[in-house]
Each structure stands twice: as structure tokens, then as C-alpha cells.
């Protein structure tokens, strides 16, 4: 019988050429690290783009007026552009220096960003936050004062769905002087265990990364699924999350032996963000390769246990 293969999320071909490529508005607040609010660019395209005349606009998640931000400059194929917003009284590192400054209070959870041209026109939009009214294809998760909304495979990837295109993960912002990422061809995919991917420490050494794993479902949740191997490493987890953002496919089924490729994240609750971050492969792509397997026998953990 042929595996029956089941595709969750498919990336379209190029769209934008620059585009939103990470967004943080916890800038100063209780226990954050930078001092400012920032918005990131990443020309993922094969020419240089002049931002001359071209502007960054944000409003709160149910705000109709936007605040504008000048942009200027030419920007290289796979060169960041770091855009520095308001400070908060908090945090205790400056960002890298700034390509443009504007004084935008950003919502450390919700809000909305557009992309405009000298035309005026509409190059990109990013609604982080599940609260607010303007996104592509549907919202990224809520962020908060420590995580932000990183666009996967380093900026490159575009598939006009915000909530597909960002992880959330730690902010990291980059600037012109920053090495630059070439988008073609894409990153390699790497086949890993859960174990490989899941590492020894609190958290994976592959994150933002794209994996293929293997192992059996043991939990099904209303947005995803967990997924194990019996125990190969014991300084290692043997299982992890499948974020599927809403419901699980179908074959995703408790004794169900997966193959799953994805995106690693690490992804911290906003309502907890000095939890421990907990890995996760979102973004997935699922084979059914057997149904009505064991079950992985349990794994006992001590109470210090990073394990997952």
C-alpha cells in the first residue's frame, strides 16, 4: 500500500521581494533585554531595493490610525535592515545600531504593521497577536515582553499567511551589518530523530531549522499532536509537540507511526515568558507510515527533569 501523505501548509512561489522579517514591541518592559521596540526588514529577492521614500507603519491591534516610520537607502539581496521604535523604562541592552528610527510604542502582545513603497503601495503586512484585525492569511501567536515574531528559514520564507511565516521565538535583531542570508537555494533539511532534535540542553541546537523526524502519536490535541521514539539518548527527549495551529489531520492519531517534516521553534506562553521554552516542529508536513502501533514505553522523569 502506498503511504498516504497528507500536506498541511504548501510555500507558494516568491511574492514580496522585502518584506517584514521580525517584529518586537517589548522593548523596556519588565523583563526584557533591549531598551527599544523594533521592526526588522529582510530583502529575501536576487536585486537591491531602494527604500528611499518607503515608510513602516504600525497601529494597535484594533487601531485605525497608523504611525509612520521614513525609510531610506538601498537595501542588498539578503541584507537586513533594523528599524529602532520608543524605549520603555526597562531592559538593560541597546539594540545594534539602528538603519532608522522611529518613535512607535509598540504593543509588546498585539498590533499591525504595513509595508509601503514610495508609491505607496502595499508591500507587506505582519498582524502579531491574536487579538488584532488586520493580517495575512490569519495572526501570528500573541507575543510579550521577551519573545518576538521571527520570519522562518532566516527571513526567506513567504507564503502570504502570517501565522505560517513567523515562529516566536527570543528577539534577535539584525541590521545592515549583519552577515547576509542567501534564500536560493533553501536551506537543507536535516533527518533527525526527536531525540537530535530535542538535544541535551533546555533547548534545541536546531532551532529555526527544517527537519524530518519519525515516531508515534501518543497525544492528540485540539492544535496539534505529540509525537515519540522509544528512549535512544537518555540526556535527550524522546518526544515533542507537532504545532498544527488548529485542528490535527486526521491520521494523526494516538498509535499512528508518523513521519513529519517542519520548522524547530521554541516557544515560550505569553502568559508565562520566564517559563522554560518548550521545542516544537510547526509548519508541518505529515506522512501516515503505519497505524495501530505500541505505544513508546514511558519514560520515568526525576523532578529536575528538562526533559519534554
Known amino acids: 500500500m502506498r503511504p498516504c501523505i497528507l500536506v498541511l501548509l504548501i510555500a507558494s512561489a516568491l511574492r514580496a521581494q522585502v518584506v517584514?522579517?521580525?517584529v518586537y514591541g517589548g522593548g523596556g518592559n519588565t523583563g526584557a533585554t533591549f531598551r527599544n521596540d523594533f521592526i526588522e526588514l529582510f530583502n529575501r529577492g536576487a536585486e537591491p531595493q531602494l527604500l528611499d521614500g518607503w515608510t513602516i507603519q504600525y497601529a494597535g491591534s484594533a487601531a485605525t490610525a497608523y504611525q509612520s516610520t521614513a525609510l531610506g537607502g538601498a537595501l542588498q539581496p539578503g541584507q537586513y535592515y533594523l528599524i529602532q521604535q520608543s524605549a520603555g523604562a526597562g531592559g538593560t541592552m541597546n539594540l545594534p545600531v539602528p538603519d532608522a528610527t522611529g518613535t512607535a510604542a509598540m504593543s509588546s502582545s498585539a498590533g499591525k504593521l504595513v509595508l509601503r513603497n514610495a508609491a505607496n503601495d502595499s508591500v507587506d503586512r505582519v498582524g502579531y497577536g491574536l487579538a488584532t484585525n488586520e493580517f495575512e492569511g490569519a495572526p501570528t501567536r500573541d507575543l510579550s515582553n521577551t519573545?518576538?515574531?521571527?520570519r522562518a528559514r532566516n527571513g526567506c520564507q513567504d507564503t502570504d499567511d502570517n501565522s505560517t511565516d513567523f515562529m516566536i521565538a527570543a528577539p534577535a535583531p539584525r541590521n545592515r551589518s549583519t552577515v547576509t542570508v542567501n534564500c536560493a537555494p533553501p536551506q537543507e533539511t536535516l533527518r533527525l530523530t526527536i531525540s537530535e532534535i530535542q538535544g541535551p540542553g533546555v533547548e534545541s541546537p536546531h532551532i529555526g531549522?527544517?527537519?524530518?523526524?519519525?515516531?508515534?502519536?501518543?497525544?492528540r490535541r485540539t492544535?496539534?499532536?505529540y509525537l515519540q521514539m522509544p528512549q535512544s539518548d537518555p540526556n535527550a527527549s524522546s518526544g515533542i509537540l507537532i504545532f498544527t495551529q488548529s485542528l490535527p489531520p486526521a491520521v494523526a492519531q494516538p498509535g499512528a507511526a508518523l513521519e513529519v517534516e517542519g520548522d524547530v521553534v521554541e516557544f515560550r506562553?505569553?502568559?508565562?515568558p520566564q517559563s522554560a521554552p518548550l521545542t516544537e516542529i510547526i509548519n508541518p508536513t505529515v506522512t501516515l507510515r503505519a497505524q495501530n502501533q505500541t505505544l513508546p514505553v514511558p519514560v520515568t522523569l526525576e523532578a529536575d527533569s528538562d526533559f519534554e
Request: net charge positive; charged share 10%; no cysteine.
Open 269 to 272: 506562553p505569553a502568559a508565562d
Open 209 to 219: 531549522r527544517r527537519v524530518i523526524t519519525s515516531g508515534i502519536v501518543t497525544y
Open 20 to 22: 517584514i522579517s521580525q
Open 223 to 225: 492544535n496539534g499532536f
Open 147 to 150: 519573545t518576538a515574531a521571527v
